[in-house]
């Protein structure tokens, strides 16, 4: 299956998207992934989102605790520190900027083609 979005777009913005899931509500990886499936992005693997949140962790943008579960091993929850809640500000208001910039070029409409060659 194709994937729906691109996946270096995608890519850009994990980290974003994973600070904001976070602090709306602390998260394990695979409740992460689900979240993000039922935003309606499909595509996004748990093979990018471990990474991702390991990465975070390592700047220390989020911490994790283990928690007991009932279900099998121990889950590792996650949620921001001060330095994500700042990075994701700062984010969100980078993405916000750039979309402003992007979005009204994208949505232009574009010139009609040339029907012939003597139109060009």
Known sequence: MAPTH??????????????????????????????????????????????????LEREGRVEARLVASR????????????AGVQALAEGTASWLSLAAVVHPVLVRRLPDPPTSPEDT
């Open 71 to 82: 279900s099998g091993p121990a889950r590792k929850y996650y949620r921001p520190t001060a």
């Open 6 to 55: 691109d996946p270096q777009l995608l890519k850009g913005v994990l980290s974003l998207l994973l600070l904001r899931l976070l602090a709306e509500r602390e998260s394990y990886g695979y409740e992460v992934v689900q979240r993000l499936h039922a935003l309606g992005l499909s595509d996004i693997s748990e093979g990018s989102v471990y990474p991702a949140l390991a990465r």
